[in-house]
């Protein structure tokens, strides 16, 4: 008998020999490595006459329109700094509404007609490209007129060299519009968002005596999970290799349940494959800081220091690039899902995120005096009353179906969109709306201006993990977004809303201050009223709990428990009429991703229908008729001997019924799934929420229970434990 698939893996694991120092730090010093494949402030002023280099930074950092006779000058220096370092293609590197990263890659050489060939880099090229993007999805956008896409340079996010074996491509960020100028991708609107909520800031901060700041932009600092397994696993398991995670597998003997993994030792070949991928990020100018083992076997955690929100997105998208290539390196596979493993937990990306000053002042850290506290008061009052005004918006920007296997699952935050403010804060707002009540009795309220804040404790760990959005201190935490997401879409969303809020405040204090009122006394006479209508949304106890589940459903609060009961969040009027006052996403583009989520959502559940059924078919059922037929052999042959065989007669009917039942699994997963919803891409989804998943489920619990049954030498797939705990 040849090897299974699965016992060829083990076999391959067991006889490899991993080349773990192909880096050493001890001669390559990280303070080196930082950032010497980016073309950043200190090369471009190098590099660039100086009213260009000015003229860029303004740009870059004010948002000023870039002056198009500087674009040549600059394309010429990125060229010339890019063909040093090896770089013979450029590329307009975008993101689509896949979630991942797209390029297409163009040679510096252009030929000089007479034999010989010259490198050229032009502003043009530099600033606008047309990929042959048509496949891409658009919601419809571009169907309606042509199939074009451009990409357009977006200055704000350096230009950097990925490396590749033989040299270098120069890659410069870029959004991706219609040529009727609509967002087709997740950059654009995350830029739209970022001046928006830059305009309502800075009324806040004028009001407050700041002039200043000159831009106010939010801060991401994303925390990565994901899973590294060995790459062997994947080849033998076709579900994690199509739909990077397993359809079938029962419970390991031993999961996470002795808390043994979290914090713990990093295992050899995965501490030198993340010192490998940090040295790349370091490279390309990812501030990466921390790394530690997370609670599920095989599961890791990566985390860098804030950026400003446009930078950190585009650095999350390479840092998932660089650390599914890296694990190759290695062996390993990086999974990103948000649930690989059934039974253990799965992956998200807690999202922190503030606002800062480009003078450097975080507006949601409490200050030391009673004037930096009251303005601290106002911004976080904006936010509490975002997340309460929008709940539903917060919760469809994590909407996925991976991440529908994970939000409300005991381990993530519940569909249900609360805020955790802690004690401290808590205490503050409850005086700051009692201080409104003529009445108070209970004393001690809050007056802003006057009152300095208690110090504010910093969430060192993660205290209250079963909160959505929790304050930390000087930040909020965003966790209930999906490992695999680009962080894009939550901070699109937190932008326009915190915007909204901002807006509203501002034009309560700026009408009360101009009628001769103290701002001290203009804010103190607005923040009650703000938290007192908000306060429904605050909730400091376990989120995980059955409790909350009936007290959030008793406040009102929605519980949108799947992506299916999300989407049509996208199109809602309030959506819409948000998202246009503030320029970020026009009807047409929304109704476009409204489209967009909907097919994603079906295109995920119809491509894991699909493998369910073929493995099903071709790999679970033969390995157990096979043993079907050993038993039934074994049986006879006992029977033939003249001993009493009720015991293995028991067991073939046990495993025939199962079997059985697996079988009627099996067609009735095809019959659903074959069966074809007419109508809109909504009812599509539908129809796989409703109809297709409940039979997924019933199959993969056969199947499951099959696993515990047949015999072990010919069960085709890897187990979780040999793919959890075999390094
Ligand atoms: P914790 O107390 O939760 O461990 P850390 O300070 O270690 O918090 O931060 C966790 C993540 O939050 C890091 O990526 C960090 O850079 C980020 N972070 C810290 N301050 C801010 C901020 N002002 N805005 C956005 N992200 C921040
Ligand atoms: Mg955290």
Redesign the pocket.
């Known amino acids: 008998m040849g090897m299974t698939a699965r016992q060829q893996a083990i076999q391959a694991i067991a006889s490899t020999y991993h080349q773990l120092d192909n880096l050493d730090f001890r001669t390559e010093h990280i303070k080196d490595l930082f950032g010497v494949n980016v073309f950043h402030e200190e090369e471009q002023k190098a590099r660039l006459p100086k009213p260009v280099f000015k003229a860029l930074q303004k740009t870059i950092k004010l948002g000023v329109p870039l002056d198009p006779t500087v674009a040549d000058a600059v394309a010429s220096a990125m060229k010339d700094w890019a063909l040093e370092h090896g770089a013979t293609h450029y590329t307009h590197l975008f993101q689509p509404m896949t979630g991942l990263t797209a390029e297409k890659h163009d040679s510096f050489l252009t030929p000089t007609g007479t034999g010989g060939g010259l490198a050229e880099f032009s502003g043009k090229e530099l600033v606008k490209g047309e990929p042959d993007a048509s496949s891409f999805p658009s919601g419809g956008i571009r169907a309606t007129f042509e199939a074009r896409g451009y990409t357009g340079w977006d200055p704000t996010s350096p230009a950097y060299l990925r490396e590749t074996p033989n040299g270098a491509t120069l890659v410069i960020p870029t959004v991706f519009v219609s040529w009727t100028g609509e967002a087709l991708d997740k950059k654009t609107p995350l830029l739209r968002s970022m001046e928006a909520l830059s305009t309502q800031a800075l009324r806040i901060l004028r009001l407050f005596g700041n002039s200043d700041a000159k831009k106010v932009f939010t ?5 990565q999970e994901y899973f590294l397994i060995d790459k062997n696993f994947l080849y033998a398991r076709p579900d994690l290799l199509n739909a990077g995670r397993t359809l079938f597998g029962a419970k390991p003997p031993k999961g996470q349940e002795l808390e043994d993994q979290y914090f713990g030792t990093i295992p050899e070949r995965v501490i030198a494959c993340m010192a490998d991928a940090e040295a790349e990020m370091f490279k390309l100018g990812i501030p990466v ?2 790394r530690h083992n997370e609670v599920a076997p095989s599961q890791y955690e990566i ?4 950026e400003d929100s446009n930078l950190a997105t585009d650095h999350n998208q390479l840092t998932m690039d660089v650390l599914r290539r890296t694990a190759e390196k290695y062996d390993l596979v990086c999974l990103m899902h948000e649930k690989p493993f059934a039974g253990i937990n799965g992956s998200g990306k ?1 999202n ?3 606002m ?1 000053t480009d003078t450097g002042e ?1 507006l ?2 409490p200050g030391d005096t009673p004037h930096d506290n009251a303005q601290f008061l106002v911004y976080c009052v904006a936010v509490i009353r975002a997340v309460a005004k929008y709940p539903e918006l917060l919760r469809v920007s994590v909407a996925s179906a991976g991440n529908d296997h994970r939000l409300g699952a005991n381990e993530a935050p519940p569909a249900i969109i609360s805020i955790f403010l802690g004690d401290q804060l808590q205490d503050v707002m409850d005086q700051l709306e009692r201080s409104d009540l003529k009445s108070t009795k209970q004393g001690g309220f809050m007056e802003v201006g006057v009152s300095v804040l208690p110090k504010l404790p ?5 205290r209250n993990r079963t909160s959505p959005f929790a304050f ?4 909020f ?1 965003f966790r209930a977004v999906g490992s695999s997401f680009s962080i894009s879409g939550p901070n699109v969303v937190l932008n326009t809303i915190a915007a909204e809020s901002m807006d509203f405040i501002a034009t309560k204090l700026e009408a009360d201050t101009k009628g001769g009122k103290p701002l001290a006394k203009a804010i103190q006479d607005l923040l009650p009223g703000i938290l007192k209508e908000s306060k429904k949304v605050v909730f400091n106890g376990d989120g995980y709990s059955d409790e909350w589940h009936k007290e959030a459903e008793k406040r009102g609060l929605p519980n949108l428990k799947n992506t299916v009961d999300a989407i049509p969040t996208l199109i809602a009027k309030s959506t819409v009429d948000l998202f246009a006052k503030y320029k970020v996403l026009s009807e047409r583009e929304l109704n476009a991703r409204y489209t967009i989520f909907c097919e994603s959502y079906v295109k995920t559940v119809n491509i894991e229908a699909n493998l369910m059924v073929s493995m099903g078919k071709t790999m679970i059922l033969p390995a157990a008729l096979r043993y079907q037929g050993q038993v039934a052999t074994a049986v006879n042959a006992a029977k033939a001997a003249g001993v009493d065989a009720t015991a293995q007669v028991d067991h073939l009917k046990e495993l025939t019924s199962t079997l059985t039942t697996f079988q009627k699994a099996l067609a009735a997963l095809e019959k659903a799934h074959g069966h074809h919803a007419d109508g809109t891409p909504y009812d599509h989804a539908k129809h796989f929420r409703d109809h297709v998943l409940p039979k997924m489920t019933d199959l993969r619990t056969a199947a499951d229970t099959l696993e515990t049954m047949v015999a072990d030498d010919l069960w085709p797939l890897p187990t979780y434990q040999e793919m959890l705990f075999i390094k």
């Open positions: 801060t991401v600092g994303p925390e800081k921390t985390a860098p220091i804030f807690h922190n995120w503030s800062s975080n949601l850290n910093k969430d060192a760990g993660d930390t201190g000087n930040k935490e």
